[in-house]
């Protein structure tokens, strides 16, 4: 059985763990394609089940993620799904106003999951977490995708709730911090001009396509605040509020 692991990754979390889910469920004879919303591929909508999984901002999956889906998955027919989101506080709201939105799609919902990663967003705030840290919760992130592939083989269902004032605050909030995303690399974001190599990964990369060459590496007005630019940069030369700073790695 033909399934996809269908996910955007800003920094790294949600990348690993969608590569989890797929080498769990190759382990258990599926198989299983990875698609980065994120990257220009030709899509079929010809799987049979698909786990669907994005980081949070702000309490809600990205709209580069959603809009994705929405234009490219019309169709639920009935097929299962998986849907988990990362982030670094216990549990979000993403993940299950998605599910919400694939049930009216016409799809299965067989598990939605809030997995626990390193926090990636400690230049604005909240706390950089020690390797220990990160290493303790790979592991967890490990055994949760393990347990939910389990339950899906099993024909089990696992959902983790959440609830509607949750989920209406959380749309809410997302509207607020995207507003404010829009123009936080033009506002907050500088480049070191002695340091950069002028690979343009960060333009190649940017999932908004926010970034452009003009001389220098300048930013547009609509930023997500994904940090993708900031913690893959090659040779770190991206400053935040002028100072530099320690990548994020997974």
């Known amino acids: 059985m033909r399934g ?3 996910y955007f990754s800003g920094t790294g979390n949600t990348e690993y763990v969608a590569k989890l889910f797929q080498n769990e469920l190759n382990n258990r004879g599926y198989e299983i394609t990875l698609i980065d919303v994120s990257k220009t591929i ?9 786990v669907f999984g994005s980081c949070i901002h702000a309490e809600m999956f990205p709209i580069v993620f959603m809009d994705w889906v929405k234009k490219n998955i019309k169709q639920g ?17 993403g993940a299950n106003v998605f599910a919400d939105e694939l049930k009216d799609k016409g799809f299965d919902i067989r598990a939605v999951e809030h997995i626990t990663m390193p ?3 400690y230049l604005v705030g909240f706390g950089k977490d020690s390797q220990e840290k990160k290493d303790i919760l790979k592991q967890q992130a490990k055994q949760i995708v393990k347990k939910v592939a389990d339950d899906f083989v099993e024909g089990k269902m696992s959902i983790k709730t959440s609830t509607k004032f949750r989920n209406t605050f959380g749309k809410m909030a997302y509207f607020m911090f995207l507003k404010y995303s829009k123009t ?4 907050k974001i500088s480049v070191d001009t002695k340091l950069c190599i ?6 190649k990369d940017c999932p ?3 970034i452009y060459f003009e001389d220098e590496i300048k930013f547009k007005d609509k930023c997500i605040s994904c940090q993708r630019c ?5 040779v770190n030369a991206f400053k935040y509020k002028g100072k530099h700073f320690e990548k994020y790695t997974i």
């Not at 936080?184 to 506002?187: E, Q, R, S, V």
């Not at 900031?230 to 090659?234: F, G, Y």
Request: aromatic share 14%.
């Open 4 to 6: 996809a692991v269908v």
């Open 42 to 50: 030709d899509f079929r909508d010809d799987y049979s089940f698909f």
């Open 77 to 93: 027919n009935n097929r299962k799904c998986i849907v988990f989101s990362t982030q670094a506080a216990n549990t979000a709201a």
């Open 119 to 121: 926090n990636n967003y």
């Open 184 to 187: 936080w690399a033009k506002k």
């Open 198 to 203: 002028k690979c343009m990964k960060c333009i």
């Open 208 to 210: 908004t396509e926010n």
């Open 230 to 234: 900031l913690h893959s940069c090659p």
